[in-house]
Nanobody, 127 residues
């Protein structure tokens, strides 16, 4: 069973960039489709980016493609999320998640489709 640990969060100024990392242990990420989600208190957890097992397909459900970039380095067993031009509304706890899919180029953007989750990393953006 794969374990996921996020890192890279913190308190940053609006307009700056941040890269979140998600390191896996107990399994190899190359067997999973992956996603990044975020959640603020009182709101549902939302997907900000997803990537297929092969890495060839990505999706940004909130139309943040360009400002958010998801990538994976299976050799390092690590998933990344690069966020550019951070806004105060990006403030949230960010989670990475993994799921095994039958089709290698498939991906998922709904939280209940994911089986494994990290503990989250807080990102706070001040104006």
């Amino acid at each position: 069973q794969v374990q996921l640990v996020e890192s890279g969060g913190g308190s940053v100024q609006a307009g700056t960039s941040l890269t979140l990392s998600c390191a896996a242990s107990g399994g190899t990420l190359k067997n999973y489709a992956l996603g990044w989600f975020r959640q603020v208190p009182g709101k549902k957890r939302e997907c900000v980016a997803a990537i297929s097992q092969t890495g060839t397909n990505t999706r940004y459900p909130n139309s943040e493609e360009g400002r958010f970039v998801i990538s994976r380095d299976d050799a390092k067993n690590t998933l990344y999320l690069r966020i550019r031009s951070l806004k105060p509304e990006d403030t949230a706890v960010y989670y990475c998640a993994a799921t095994e899919l039958l089709v290698h180029w498939d991906l998922r953007i709904v939280d209940y489709d994911y089986d494994y989750w990290g503990q989250g990393t807080q990102v706070t953006v001040s104006s």
